[in-house]
């Protein structure tokens, strides 16, 4: 009896599990019975770009997005990508597509408040950062991130509000930078 073919849900299992090469291989699999399938193409591209092999993992998300380009995860992962490659300007672009394809993608407007920070647009980060948190007020980074910015403009009270919670996720956490 034939094993059933690879599934995106399993090359999906596999980058969770932190397996990139598995993850490629059975994406790749599934791209070589079915050439359309845009999310194998960007399972592709994060197992590349786990694997340090940027250009190629730039090539398979730019085919996922040209198969899909209504997928804001698609859009978000081809920022992550090109931030990779330092094409910080290319990487907002993507970052704003996928948040203006999904509003409340949490993790669209966490890269769009990090990079304002690193671009020194303080308003900008307050405005991505503060939807980040209230998307997702159970991310501890965008909690800190956040917090550290109300710091800077001296709005300690709210920091520390945000401070608190971060901690109350992860009260031991070492790579939270409080």
Not at 57 to 80: C, F, H
Request: proline share 6%.
């Amino acid at each position: 009896m034939n094993a059933a073919p690879p599934s995106i849900a399993e090359a999906l299992r596999l980058l969770q599990a932190g397996d990139a090469a598995a993850a490629l291989a059975t994406s790749r699999e599934i791209i070589a019975r079915q050439p359309g399938h845009a999310r194998a193409y960007l399972a592709a591209g994060i197992a590349l770009r786990m694997m340090g092999r940027l250009g190629e993992s730039r090539a398979a998300i730019e085919e996922g997005v040209r198969l899909d380009p209504a997928d804001y995860g698609a859009a978000y992962e081809q920022g992550m990508t090109l931030a990779a490659l330092g094409e910080a300007d290319a990487a907002r672009d993507c970052y704003r597509r996928a948040a203006q394809l999904r509003p409340d993608f949490a993790a669209a407007h966490f890269a769009l408040g990090m990079d304002a920070i690193v671009r020194g647009d303080w308003k900008a980060a307050a405005i991505a950062l503060e939807d980040a948190v209230r998307l997702d007020p159970r991310n501890p980074h965008a909690l800190v991130n956040y917090g550290r910015l109300c710091v800077r403009q001296a709005d300690f009270a709210r920091a520390a509000d945000l401070f608190r919670a971060a901690l109350a996720l992860v009260p031991s956490d070492p790579d939270l930078p409080m």
